[in-house]
C-alpha cells in the first residue's frame, strides 16, 4: 500500500521555503525505516512520487532503526543517532539535518495527518521533558546558590584565621 506524500510535502515547502532546493539534489531517495516492533515502512523521494510506503525497499539507499524512546527523542530533539543509520550515511545526514532545520509544530501535522491521539502521546511526552528539564535547570540554580555560599565560607574562615594570628 503507498501514501502519497505530495501535500504533505507541499505544506513542509510553505512552513519552510527552500526545504525541496536542499533535497531535491538527493533524488530519488529510497530509505527504510524500523520503529522498535512496528512493521518496518518505507519513503520514496522522487522526482515523479513521493511516496510512503507500508513495506521496505529490497534495495533502500540507506535504513533507519530506532527504537520508541530513541524514535521521540529524534522528533522532540531533531537529533538522530549515527550508530542507527545503515547504508549511505551521508545521504541520511544531508535529509535529516534539512529536516532539523525546518522551523514547524510538529504536533500540529502529527495531529492533522495521524490523529488526535498521536498527537496526545506526543504532547504528553514533549511536557513531561520540558517539566523534567525545568526540574534540573531549578536543581542547577540551588547548587550554584549552595557553591557560592560554600565559597564565601571558606573565604570567611581564611579571613577569620588570619586575623587571629
Given at each position: ?21 536542499q ?39 540507506f ?40 522551523d514547524?509544530?510538529?504536533e ?9 491521539i498521536?498527537?496526545l502521546?506526543l504532547?504528553?511526552?514533549i ?39
Amino acid at each position: 500500500m503507498h501514501v502519497a506524500l505530495n501535500k504533505f510535502l507541499q505544506e513542509l515547502e510553505s512552513l519552510s521555503p527552500g526545504f525541496f532546493k536542499q533535497i531535491e539534489c538527493l533524488y530519488p531517495l529510497k530509505f527504510n525505516i524500523e520503529v522498535s516492533s512496528m512493521a518496518k515502512f518505507s519513503i520514496t523521494l522522487d522526482h515523479d512520487a513521493e511516496t510512503f510506503n507500508f513495506s521496505e525497499h529490497p534495495k533502500p539507499i540507506f535504513s533507519l532503526q530506532l527504537n520508541i524512546f530513541s524514535a521521540l527523542n529524534a522528533l522532540n530533539n531533531r537529533k538522530i543517532p549515527t550508530q542507527s543509520i545503515s547504508g549511505d550515511a551521508e545521504t541520511a545526514l544531508i535529509l535529516f539535518s534539512a529536516l532539523a532545520n525546518i522551523d514547524i509544530d510538529i504536533e500540529l501535522l502529527v495531529y492533522k495527518y495521524f490523529g488526535d491521539i498521536p498527537a496526545l502521546m506526543l504532547r504528553k511526552v514533549i511536557a513531561n521533558k520540558s517539566q523534567s528539564q525545568e526540574v534540573s535547570l531549578q536543581e542547577n540554580k540551588a547548587s550554584k546558590i549552595l557553591r557560592s555560599f560554600r565559597d564565601i565560607s571558606i573565604r570567611l574562615d581564611r579571613l577569620e584565621h588570619v586575623l587571629i594570628n
